[in-house]
């Protein structure tokens, strides 16, 4: 009976945070999120965790949501296009220590539903579309974001 209550206690919680750490969801959910009225600014950037530029500029995403309280991020996993794995990108959560909101889409063929989300996408990632929650206004980029990019596109649309 020890080892049992010691157990659920050891991992009870490591399983409760990989359960949280991300969201899987399909395309009408995502539509859902990315639409979603809010006030603030929301910052959505579709990855991967094979993606080397996604990887790498993940810090500034995380640096922005705990700086910024007027911006929302998400990160849009597209692992599941690969692997259909989602423990994938919940260790990455972990690894990574993520506090942003993290949804893993769950769609497989991307030609169906890329328009969808952007009319401008080819489907190249890092991608990150930027949305003003008050007057809807968007900025897209499809590329690798550096230092100080994200501040120059959330001016943009301000």
């Known amino acids: 009976m020890k080892k049992a209550f010691f157990l659920l206690i050891v991992l009870l919680p490591g399983a409760v945070y990989s359960q949280s750490a991300a969201e899987v969801v399909k395309l009408k ?10 006030s603030n600014i929301k910052v959505i950037n579709f990855w991967a965790t094979w993606c080397g530029p996604c990887v790498k500029e993940m810090p500034l995403f995380e640096k922005l949501g705990a700086e910024r309280k ?18 994938v990108v919940h260790r990455f959560v972990e690894r990574k220590k993520l506090k942003s909101k993290v ?23 890092p991608a990150t579309i930027i949305i003003n929650g008050k007057t809807g206004q968007r900025k897209f980029v499809e590329k690798e974001l550096h230092e100080g990019d994200l501040e120059k596109l959330i001016a943009e649309i301000l």
Request: hydrophobic share 35%; charged share 30%; no cysteine.
């Open 103 to 125: 949804l893993i889409l769950d769609e497989k063929d991307p030609n169906s539903w890329i328009n969808q989300i952007e009319k401008n996408w080819s489907g190249a990632i």
């Open 70 to 87: 007027d911006v929302e991020v998400t990160l849009v996993s597209l692992d599941l296009d690969l692997n259909p794995k989602p423990e």
């Open 29 to 38: 959910q995502l539509q859902d999120h990315i639409n979603r009225e809010t």
